[in-house]
């Protein structure tokens, strides 16, 4: 299997996350979706990463689509309930994470802009669902050692990529005063190897 990726995207780190908790190999193929001759939209239609390419040649995205596969592909560290309300509540946590990651991402792109290009109202209503997001997830984990209660699963991966993305790109935010049940979360899910192996680079 190889790995269509970029070392900074938090989407492809939950995937390498998933991929080292559940001791998958992979190839990873970095590349620089902005750059005019990327080839990943040849793979992609939509030309994003994380894009999946499998032994048989065929693509898979997007990065809940590639998780959900991985974890069928081996029963070493199950990641997602097999189903009824708890895996539609371990989704359900994914989906706000990655709702959050689009907002962070959209913000890091506005800033990429030109400033007279730039919309302040656009830019904070980003920050607006950021916060939202934030203060949801603190509260439905409470006082529990992971999201799901006392199983880690994908739920804490992808939460844990977003906390990653907000030091990475966003530390103005500081989100641990106020967030002490993420903080205390995240400090457990940064000392796991799969987590400290997929750091984005800090150049
Ligand atoms: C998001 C992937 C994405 O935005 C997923 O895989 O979960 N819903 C998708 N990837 C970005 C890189 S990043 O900011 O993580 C990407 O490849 N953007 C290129 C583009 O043309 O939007």
Redesign the pocket.
Known sequence: MKLLA?LT????RKVRIVMAEKKLDVDLQIEN??APDCKVQETNP?????CLVTEDGGAL????VIVEYLDTLSPVSRLIPPGGRERAAVKCWEALA?GT??AC?IIVKEFQRPPAQQSPEWIARQYGKIQAALNAMETTLGEQAFCMGVNYSLADIAVGCVLGYLDFRFPHIVWRDDHPNLARLYKKLATRQAFIDSEPPRA
Not at 9 to 12: E, H, I, T
Not at 61 to 64: I, L
Request: a negative charge; charged letters at 25%; aromatic letters at 16%.
């Open positions: 970029s995207s938090p989407f492809v979706v902005w939509l030309g994003k990463v994380p995205f997007d990065s809940r990655d990651l689009d991402v």
